[in-house]
Structures are given as structure tokens and as C-alpha cells.
């Protein structure tokens, strides 16, 4: 049996097919894939990420392939996305539970600015007394017939 490059040397198709299968199970992972899945399996798929980072790392150390190397950045790059899709999640979700609350926790309020949050709210900002009310409607603004 000849191999597929065209060389006399025995196939061994099952280790050649882990191989294969062992590299796409860790390509780039994409960010709307990724929000498919549960918290549960984001989780996992880390913990994955992390454990190859481990073995590259190592790979690293003790002389690995230039392939290898350069995988280092992909898998980092997958484990901040991975985290980043999570985190979103995790903030939806918290979102969706304090809406309607009375009090929210700091990180979901609104940022805008400090002066902003500080500012009176409008039906504040133009509430009135009682007293002037009641002194508005007795005393309105006069008006002339003459303007100047």
C-alpha cells in the first residue's frame, strides 16, 4: 500500500486522522459560535484551551516545532475570546435579573459622567412647593398692552 505523498512507507491512517482531528478541534474559535453555547460548555472549552496552551508552553521549552510555536498566539487569542463571550453572558443574564429593581449593582448602572449622574433628575430639577404653587396661581405675570 503507498501513502497519498507517493512513498513506499506504510500507512498508519488512524494515528494520521488523531492527528487531523486533534489540530481542528483547536483551530480559531469564532465569537458568534461561541454564543451558541451554555456557560457550562464555554467552561469547558477553556479549560481545553488552557490545557493546550500548557502543552505548547512545554512544546516551547524543549525545542518544538516553528508550528507549534506559532499556535501559541492562536490559542491565547481563543481563550480571550472565549472569556470575553462568557462575560457578556454573565452580564446579560444579571442584567435581565435586575431589571425593574429598585437598586442595581454599580457595574450594570449607566456610565456617562460623574457631573451627569450627580445632577438632579428633571421632575427635581423643576419640582416646586406647595407654597409657590399656590403663590404662581394667585399672583400670575401681569400683561401690558404697551411692550417695549
Not at 412647593?129 to 401681569?142: A, I, V, W, Y
Amino acid at each position: 500500500a503507498q501513502a497519498l505523498d507517493g512513498s513506499d512507507a506504510p500507512r498508519n491512517t488512524s494515528r494520521a486522522l488523531l492527528r487531523v482531528a486533534e489540530t481542528s478541534k483547536m483551530a480559531k474559535v469564532k465569537a458568534f459560535e461561541l454564543r451558541s453555547k451554555t456557560s457550562k460548555e464555554l467552561l469547558k472549552e477553556l479549560d481545553d484551551m488552557k490545557a493546550e496552551l500548557a502543552q505548547l508552553r512545554v512544546a516551547k521549552v524543549s525545542g518544538g516545532a516553528a508550528s507549534k510555536l506559532a499556535k501559541i498566539k492562536i490559542v491565547r487569542k481563543s481563550i480571550a475570546r472565549i472569556l470575553t463571550v462568557y462575560n457578556q453572558k454573565q452580564k446579560a443574564e444579571a442584567r435581565k435579573e435586575y431589571k425593574g429593581k429598585k437598586y442595581m449593582p454599580l457595574d450594570l448602572r449607566p456610565k456617562k459622567t460623574r457631573k451627569i449622574r450627580r445632577a438632579l433628575k428633571t421632575e427635581q430639577k423643576y419640582a416646586k412647593t406647595q407654597r409657590t404653587k399656590t403663590r404662581e396661581q394667585n399672583f400670575p405675570m401681569r400683561r401690558f398692552a404697551v411692550t417695549m
